[in-house]
């Protein structure tokens, strides 16, 4: 696991890149933040924004209309939104999410047909890996996809959890295609799209924090799609699916910092104007101690998150350690930073007339979706005893 030291440079465009997003994000996106969490409404405006700048779906390769923005770009992009609002940077990261599945195992065609809708800005994707009783337990899913003579599947089912569920149009579907199988290999993954029949979702679910992403159930009541609508071979389902989190996990890292960097933005500028005992309490040293150690955890977290992009765009072999060690990681550094900053607000942190406490609502998730840091560790200890 030797790191490779370039990658703690950032490249002149990836510096331009970040001022860019930064300036979009503040402009663009943080002036509706608020109003999204207390409504809990799907933030239309940074979705509109991430479509005009490129920024919606920036990982799409050039040869499917995409920008082609390489994992650390596309780990800038979701840092510098989610300095602002984590809701909207889940709409690029969950784009990932569910196209990555077709860019490691798609056919052409079916990349071809939906990944430049998605390119373009038309529709994104959501990722139906979870259930109910298979969350980190994902070889113990229950939904079915069956086979028909004419090569058409029908699936029945639910999924869990579903991120931006009901606000994009693709959906990339986990189901089990052999249930005599070996455990692990007779999963499939297939492209659901609105409209199916027999495709329908649920009620938003009422959450802690990111309260501008729906989170939906999805369910197939004898929903019927296209043979064409596999993706990669019969049984491979599972295996893409967790070789997709390999490189994902690494925009939860990044959505952890970037979370974490707002809160502190904050904490730093309240501590320097609120007085106490005569002075500003920037200058008691138990209050410098506290924001030593929020940067110190932070940007270490942020050299993680950048060299783990760099495996990602690298394919290496150790990817799925420093993945999972980077989400891990970086968001309970996000948990506690955020918790600090809500402290260093102190009565003021505890209402609504500040962001940290939604920031510190929205960290949260970040030590839960994509596989909880339990679960990080797991994959961490399996690397270092193998």
């Known amino acids: 696991?030797?790191?490779?030291?370039?990658?703690?440079?950032?490249?002149?465009?990836?510096?331009?890149?970040?001022?860019?997003?930064?300036?979009?994000a503040q402009a663009q996106?943080?002036?509706?933040?608020a109003d999204v969490d207390e409504n809990a409404r799907y933030p239309?405006?940074?979705?509109?924004?991430?479509?005009?700048?490129?920024?919606?779906?920036?990982?799409?390769?050039?040869?499917?209309?995409?920008?082609?923005?390489?994992?650390?770009a596309v780990c800038l992009v979701i840092e510098e939104v989610s300095r602002v609002c984590v809701s909207s940077s889940l709409i690029p990261a969950v784009n990932k999410l569910g196209s990555m599945p077709l860019i490691l195992g798609g056919s052409e065609e079916i990349k071809q047909r939906y990944l430049r809708p998605m390119a373009e800005g038309k529709t994104g994707f959501c990722y139906g890996l979870s259930e109910r009783e298979a969350g980190s337990d994902t070889t113990g899913m229950v939904?079915?996809?069956?086979?028909?003579?004419?090569?058409?599947?029908?699936?029945?089912?639910?999924?869990?959890?579903?991120?931006?569920?009901?606000?994009?149009d693709y959906y990339t579907v986990l189901a089990v295609t052999d249930p005599g199988g070996r455990r692990g290999a007779n999963v499939s993954a297939f492209v659901v799209e609105?409209?199916?029949?027999?495709?329908?979702?649920?009620?938003?679910?009422?959450?802690?924090g990111i309260k501008g992403s729906p989170t939906r159930e999805l369910y197939f009541d004898h929903c019927v799609i296209p043979g064409d609508r596999i993706i990669g071979a019969r049984g491979d389902g599972l295996k893409i699916a967790l070789k997709t989190l390999d490189h994902t996990r690494i925009t939860i890292g990044a959505q952890?910092?970037?979370?974490?960097?707002?809160?502190?933005?904050?904490?730093?500028?309240?501590?320097?104007?609120?007085?106490?005992?005569?002075?500003?309490?920037?200058?008691?040293?138990?209050?410098?101690?506290?924001?030593?150690?929020?940067?110190?955890?932070?940007?270490?977290?942020?050299?993680?998150?950048?060299?783990?992009?760099?495996?990602s765009e690298r394919g290496d072999r150790d990817l799925g350690f420093f993945g999972a060690a980077a989400k891990c990681f970086a968001s309970d550094m996000a948990m506690k930073v955020t918790v600090d900053a809500v402290q260093l607000l102190g009565g003021a942190g505890y209402t609504r007339d500040f962001p940290v406490e939604r920031m510190m609502?929205?960290?949260?998730?970040?030590?839960?979706?994509?596989?909880?840091?339990?679960v990080q560790r797991i994959v961490m200890a399996r690397s270092v005893l193998a």
């Open 44 to 72: 239309q405006e940074a979705h509109d924004a991430l479509v005009a700048s490129d920024f919606f779906a920036p990982h799409v390769p050039e040869e499917y209309g995409g920008a082609g923005a390489d994992a650390l």
């Open 143 to 168: 939904t079915t996809a069956v086979e028909q003579a004419d090569g058409s599947w029908v699936l029945d089912g639910h999924k869990a959890w579903i991120t931006n569920a009901g606000a994009m």
């Open 29 to 33: 996106i943080e002036p509706y933040a």
């Open 194 to 208: 609105t409209g199916d029949e027999g495709f329908s979702w649920g009620e938003k679910e009422r959450k802690l």
């Open 361 to 374: 609502r929205d960290a949260k998730i970040t030590q839960i979706y994509e596989g909880t840091n339990q």
């Open 1 to 24: 696991m030797n790191p490779d030291f370039d990658s703690f440079q950032l490249s002149d465009s990836h510096r331009q890149l970040r001022s860019f997003v930064r300036e979009l």
């Open 256 to 311: 952890a910092v970037g979370v974490a960097q707002g809160a502190l933005d904050r904490a730093v500028a309240y501590v320097k104007e609120r007085q106490q005992f005569g002075k500003h309490i920037a200058e008691f040293q138990g209050i410098q101690f506290m924001l030593a150690d929020m940067a110190m955890q932070l940007e270490a977290a942020r050299q993680l998150v950048y060299v783990a992009a760099a495996k």
